[in-house]
């Protein structure tokens, strides 16, 4: 028995180091015996097209019989020798015939060692790229392994982490992941502004029972999409074939003792099975367009008249992807000439938008900064690079260098500070760089000291948007400290750019803080710097017990009844957005009975927070979030913001901010619910692009000011508050596949807006009525293109909209203050197209194919919530 033990221990331990001594050293058997030729049938489909509707086929098909000699070689290493002959190319779906370039005929070489190449060589007079990346795709069909397991394999797709899994003795399956190539990306940071690719590689092939390639059948699938809509985008597939025929004939070989010696007794070229990527040399299928021919075909849709427009939108993204390869020279024609002279503004929007050192030094020469309009225009391009997306590092260290010297514009000095921030922000948010980048560093310096040399508020303001702007969060510890201990303007201000502040980066520590604010523990704070708080701690997304704390502010004798009111309608739209939340409040609020009743849960005030959706399918996803901070029955803060959305990520479009300061004067109130002291009148906006806080734009300062506009009427009448052109997305990045072919892959989308906007008001009515009105034309538009030794194959598509925002007020004061709100959203279109291009190798003319949807979308009013449906009812009825 004892013995019998011992032979299946032995015979086990046998059999384990068979099995270790297999996956050593795999035995591919008769695979490619040298001195042999085999013939295999080749076959290469392409398809492209767009995403939603790919039954509609564009692409190419390539057929030849591929040789396969092996002219050198032992059980291990071998030498294949392959040819490429008879090609035929047609096109999908006309079946139009091309024609090859005859240097692909050319024989290569490949260095095959159990299963890896190792190498590939080609003829010297190959000098093609698109030849030698065609070969390669072939070549890379060779490379295969028998055992299962993991690999790190090159081949044109990159260098990819391969699996492989056999579904029996002689079939395989092999699947590519994480393949690294230089892909040459650039995108947004802001997730909803980037585009995305949805990748599949594989390959499926079958060996003889010797381990001789029987066939490979290799597939690549691409899926690139907007990720702010998911109707568009494009696909690129390719399938390559390859089968034995079943022929083997002889062939010579060489007698060298290695391969380094046949490749120099050949004059061969030696090189590996990663793609070139000089291979995007040519123009796209439209054709080599200069920006100044694109300058004279777009200037009509330029104009003032068209801003808000999507044909101002979509000019802009004709005309950055040419200007960011134009000249000096043709970007100061383009300035200089007589027909640009009523389009400097939208200039400047295009010269900031593409954000070259060319555009900058444009700019600089052609502006001298003396008259108003100059300084205008100056400001117009500053206000531009805030919100690009490709900022320089030597027009960053240019603007600190303007901003270190003195401005004999105010408004410019304001501009010029709010942009380095903001440039240098979005420098330091590029691949590779970091908040201590060094130029970021050196702006950041400067912020932080030019505030410290503050002794005047107006000037600490300034810097303490700066800040706001630039984000860093070495700066978070200035800002709480300005927030708990400065005067209450500046105090406000600090909050605002914490509240601009990931939410991450707050610990128990800021929290405390922030209570201490919103709870004015050791002294009073303004009611905005309090509101604030609140957001910033409702965001951090608190639980029921710390839910149930500040719900204890609603039931204290505390007298500022519109900041309860702002808590009140700030918990119930996060709890509309977010069920977990919603759950914890109502847990929160019935665990105290006390808090559970009318007199706490419905306190007096006007103060609103909503959110409400704007658009959806077919349009993209944005909503609309409104807060409304109220004093003494006017308004005291009020922020609009369009926001793109897209799953669990957000990003600001735009936002409109009005304040008022003072006004309590002219509005009758039977009882005081504020505690803050009586302030100077003034009154203004406050804009925001894309995350990138512009200066505040004053209506007017002091009560001689308004009542000049009162009886003046200058500010019935509509006025432009802000009107601009500036990138949205701006996404580009390259791909490469199994065949050979480079896709190259970008994203580019632009939004013209044209913000005006009327007061009046009544002193006899006691009345006052305000309309604000944002027109917005929006553009998006991607391609996906590849250019390869066989056709030219492009889809492009793109989406433009006008979504208009009408926001409207009432305000009677003739006994108890009623406000009356309307948020109105006139009907608008959205239209898409796409287009499929087709140029076959040795064909003359572009094939195309469009397809065009429209889309109508119905206008609607915003309901804002009970109370402010009471107060319009109320004035409706006088």
């Not at 590779?432 to 050196?442: A, E, I, L, P, R």
């Not at 002794?455 to 510890?477: F, G, V, W």
Request: proline share 3%; net charge neutral.
């Amino acid at each position: 028995m004892m013995m019998t033990e011992i032979k299946l221990c032995l015979l086990f331990v046998t059999l384990l180091s068979l099995i270790g001594l297999g996956y050593m050293a795999p035995a591919f058997g008769d695979a490619f015996h040298v001195g042999t030729e085999e013939k295999f049938d080749f076959m290469n489909v392409v398809h492209v097209g767009n995403t939603k509707n790919a039954t509609v086929q564009t692409g190419y098909t390539i057929r030849a019989t591929v040789l396969v000699g092996t002219v050198w070689g032992d059980d291990e290493s071998k030498l294949l020798k392959i040819t490429v002959s008879n090609p035929l190319l047609k096109s999908i779906p006309d079946e139009t015939v091309g024609s090859v370039d005859e240097s692909a005929s050319t024989p290569f070489y490949a260095w095959w060692n159990l299963g890896r190449l190792r190498g590939v060589y080609f003829s010297p007079r190959v000098g093609s790229i698109p030849v030698r990346n065609f070969q390669r795709g072939i070549a890379a069909l060779f490379q295969y392994q028998l055992l299962d397991g993991l690999y790190e394999e090159d081949d044109p797709s990159g260098r990819c982490k391969t699996k492989y899994i056999s579904h029996s003795s002689t079939r395989y399956h092999k699947s590519k992941s994480d393949c690294y190539f230089n892909a040459n990306r650039i995108e947004r940071s802001e997730y909803p502004l980037r585009s995305s690719l949805k990748v599949s590689r594989s390959a499926d092939f079958t060996v003889s029972p010797e381990g001789a390639l029987q066939k490979m059948v290799s597939q690549d699938y691409v899926k690139y999409l907007l990720n702010a809509h998911e109707q568009l985008g494009a696909y690129y597939e390719s399938v390559m074939r390859l089968e034995v025929t079943g022929t083997v004939q002889k062939i010579d070989t060489h007698k060298s003792g290695n391969i380094q010696d046949i490749v120099k007794e050949l004059g061969l070229v030696s090189d590996t099975l990663l793609i070139d990527p000089a291979n995007s040399s040519k123009c796209e299928i439209s054709g080599c367009v200069g920006v100044i021919e694109l300058f004279k075909r777009n200037k009509m849709h330029l104009s003032n008249d068209k801003i808000g427009s999507a044909q101002s939108s979509a000019a802009l993204l004709e005309l950055v992807q040419a200007g960011r390869k134009a000249s000096l020279d043709d970007l100061t024609r383009i300035l200089k000439a007589k027909s640009s002279v009523d389009l400097k503004r939208q200039l400047m929007d295009f010269l900031g938008a593409i954000q070259t050192i060319s555009a900058h030094t444009a700019v600089k020469s052609e502006l001298k900064y003396g008259s108003d309009e100059e300084l205008l225009l100056a400001e117009r391009y500053l206000q531009a690079l805030a919100v690009g997306s490709r900022p320089q590092k030597e027009i960053i260290e240019d603007l600190l260098e303007m901003a270190r010297k003195e401005h004999t514009s105010p408004k410019f000095a304001d501009t010029l500070i709010q942009s380095l921030a903001s440039t240098a922000r979005r420098y330091a948010q590029l691949e590779g760089n970091t908040y201590d980048t060094d130029v970021v560093v050196n702006v950041r310096t400067f912020l932080t000291d030019k505030l410290g040399e503050c002794s005047k508020e107006t000037c600490m303001l300034q810097y303490i948007r700066a800040l706001h702007n630039l984000k860093c969060p070495k700066t978070t510890d200035l800002l709480i400290k300005l927030a708990l201990e400065a005067p209450r303007l500046v105090s406000v201000a600090a909050m605002k750019a914490l509240r601009a502040f990931s939410i991450y980066i707050w610990n128990d520590d800021f929290r405390s803080k922030f209570e201490e604010i919103f709870f004015q523990v050791s002294k009073s704070y303004d009611s905005s710097a309090r509101t604030l708080a609140l957001d910033i701690l409702v965001d951090l997304k608190p639980d029921s017990s710390e839910l149930a704390h500040l719900l204890q502010f609603l039931k204290s004798s505390d007298k500022a009844f519109e900041v309860k009111q702002y808590v009140l309608q700030k918990l119930r739209m996060s709890a509309s957005k977010c069920p977990a939340f919603a759950a914890n409040l109502r847990r929160a609020i019935e665990s105290d009975p006390a808090m559970n009743n009318y007199d706490v849960l419905v306190p007096k005030g006007l103060s609103t927070a909503l959110h409400r959706p704007f658009s959806s399918l077919p349009s993209f996803n944005a909503s609309l979030t409104s807060l409304q901070e109220m004093s003494g029955g006017v308004l005291k803060r009020g922020i609009v913001d369009l926001t793109l959305e897209v799953a669990d990520e957000s990003t600001s479009l735009f936002t409109l901010g009005l304040y008022a300061r003072g006004m309590s004067a002219f509005v009758s109130s039977s009882e005081e619910e504020s505690n803050e002291a009586e302030e100077e009148t003034t009154a203004g906006m406050e804009l925001a692009i894309q995350g990138a806080n512009m200066r505040p734009l004053e209506f007017f300062n002091g009560k001689g000011e308004l009542m000049g506009h009162v009886w003046s009427g200058t500010a019935s009448e509509p006025t432009p508050a802000y009107q601009a052109i500036t990138l949205l997305q701006d996404n580009e990045e390259q791909f490469h596949s199994h065949n050979g072919a480079i896709l190259n892959l970008g994203a580019i989308g632009a939004i013209s807006i044209d913000l005006n906007g009327q007061v009046t008001m009544s002193l006899w009515g006691r009345n006052a009525q305000s309309k604000v009105e944002q027109n917005i034309g929006i553009s998006m538009a991607g391609q996906l293109s590849l250019d390869t030794l066989f056709a030219n194959l492009a889809v492009s598509f793109n989406a433009i909209q006008e979504p208009r925002l009408h926001l409207t007020s009432a305000l009677d004061f003739s006994g108890d203050p009623a406000l009356c709100m309307q948020l109105l959203q006139p009907s608008s279109q959205m239209k898409l197209k796409f287009v499929r291009a087709t140029l076959l190798a040795g064909t003359k003319h572009t094939v195309e194919r469009k397809i065009s949807r429209t889309y109508n979308l119905n206008g609607l009013t915003h309901a804002l919530n009970k109370k402010n449906n009471e107060m319009c009812n109320l004035i409706a009825e006088k």
